[in-house]
């Protein structure tokens, strides 16, 4: 399992990414959990918005996780991958939109994940560190764990 993570400053165009199908490729919404928006865009507008009350210039976190060539996830197996880096990166509770890019050739298919980092409390952006080591430590485990 690979998972690649990165902040992100600007929602639309990171809802607009997570939405996007390209040439080959069709694109999923999975999962829009704790916004009020009902829509990728709006909800990461708000987030934008939320942001601007504070000092984070990057309020979302984007993961994307696929698999090997020739290696399978069912969509509940993608979930519990994501609900496992959740925990493991601290943004447990966090507001979190989930995309499936399926490639129509083979039906390969990589989960992308975005969390907002704002916590709605403090009005302040969740910490990430080392964020690069947990992704490979939880992949590996996540490997193990699907066998």
């Not at 829509?39 to 993961?63: E, L």
Request: hydrophobic fraction near 35%.
């Amino acid at each position: 399992m690979i998972s690649k993570g990165n902040t992100h400053s600007d929602g639309a165009k990171l809802a607009e990414y997570m939405e996007q199908s390209k040439d080959g490729e069709r694109a999923e919404t999975w999962e829009l959990r704790g916004f009020a928006a009902t829509n990728i865009k709006d909800a990461f507008r708000c987030v934008d918005a939320m942001a601007g009350a504070t000092k984070a210039t990057q309020p979302f976190f984007h993961v994307q996780v696929r698999n090997r060539e020739g290696e399978t996830l069912t969509r509940q197996q993608f979930e519990y991958a994501a609900d496992r880096i959740e925990r493991m990166l601290g943004l447990s509770g966090q507001p979190r939109a989930i995309t499936f890019h399926t490639y129509e050739h083979n039906n390969d298919q990589h989960m992308h994940v975005a969390w907002s980092r704002i916590d709605q409390d403090t009005m302040t952006a969740k910490p990430l560190p080392f964020f690069k080591e947990r992704l490979k430590k939880i992949s590996r485990e996540l490997e193990l764990h699907f066998g």
